[in-house]
């Protein structure tokens, strides 16, 4: 089929390249335009952007489809469907019926589950055991359209976004190779969402990342999971060298009874509003990935202290 592409982060650029590889025509690609990144905040290219000029499909990056430019060039392409994952720009009506069969969306939720900007994060913040991947018809709602395919997943007590990105990543790009090619024989059917359950997955705030220590453990532990990799979830503290900021990317439900932010032993583990959570692995700024043995080694987390 002649598909146009729209989609940004690693989640697209798995689905892109395994329609590439199935032999569809990429008629175009569109993306998110860059932005400035790294120490030096020079414009990167998204992953979508970086794997199709290396495939040599051609690249779109406009910062709005709504001028009547935009929509013609989008209509001139011809497609007979168009491919949405996370591309993170609202597609208005005209757009959206460019197409020959509209454009078809692929969601990280169970729908209508976490319709929104974030629902991996917020699926795993709100606690919940299973997710999956909805190949869903796009119109003019939020996330609301009619939903063709779809595949599930268990959330592990442990996982996190970072994982259960790369579960769904693996899952959605031959659950939409699938839809194309029901599509394409004129068998592929949809089925109107319920709003019963309907939750917004509103993207992720930066200062949501702050440990909130009055929480029960058994959210704050959800709270990490759900902002590992990135943000991270961090907390504040003075550890022998001025107050630090520590990102936290690991963590387990403990026993433990004290003030919410006050460390109960010399091994990491922290009260909260109800029980106590054991830090795993946390992150200092500008330096990697470390288990709480080897933080402890340079860093006093001495029992009685609390944190901020």
Not at 11 to 16: D, G, M, N, V
Not at 129 to 147: F, H, I, N, Q, Y
């Amino acid at each position: 089929m002649r598909v146009i592409f729209m989609g940004t982060p690693d989640f697209a650029t798995a689905l892109l390249k395994e329609l590439c590889g199935r032999g569809h025509e990429i008629a175009a690609v569109y993306s998110q335009p860059p932005r400035p990144a790294g120490r030096g905040m020079s414009d990167k290219k998204s992953s979508v952007h970086q794997f199709a000029e290396s495939r040599g499909l051609p690249v779109r990056t406009p910062k709005s489809l709504r001028g009547a430019e935009e929509v013609e060039a989008f209509r001139a392409l011809g497609a007979d469907v168009a491919v949405v994952a996370a591309y993170g720009l609202l597609l208005p009506q005209p757009i959206l019926d460019a197409p020959r069969h509209g454009c078809l969306n692929l969601h990280g939720s169970l729908l209508p589950r976490w319709r929104g900007a974030a629902p991996i994060q917020r699926a795993i913040m709100a606690g919940d055991r299973e997710s999956g991947v909805e190949v869903m018809k796009m119109d003019a709602g939020l996330d609301t359209g009619p939903v063709a395919l779809t595949a599930k997943t268990p959330i592990g007590p442990d996982m996190t976004a970072g994982e259960l990105h790369d579960r769904l990543a693996e899952l959605g790009a031959p659950l939409m190779a699938e839809a194309l090619d029901l599509l394409a024989k004129g068998a592929l059917t949809f089925t109107p969402q319920r709003e019963e359950g309907a939750c917004y997955a509103a993207k992720i705030d930066k200062a949501e990342a702050r440990i909130d220590w009055r929480r029960p453990a058994q959210a704050l532990h959800d709270h990490v999971r759900g902002l590992t990799p990135f943000p991270g979830a961090f907390f504040e503290g003075d550890f022998g060298h001025g107050v630090e900021r520590v990102k936290v990317l690991r963590t387990a439900v403990d026993a433990g009874k004290g003030a919410p932010g006050t460390v109960l032993d010399d091994a990491g583990l922290i009260a909260c509003g109800e029980g106590a959570l054991r830090l795993l692995r946390v992150q200092r700024a500008g330096k990697g990935e470390m288990g709480i043995d080897e933080f402890l080694r340079g860093r006093r987390l001495a029992k009685g202290a609390a944190l901020g």
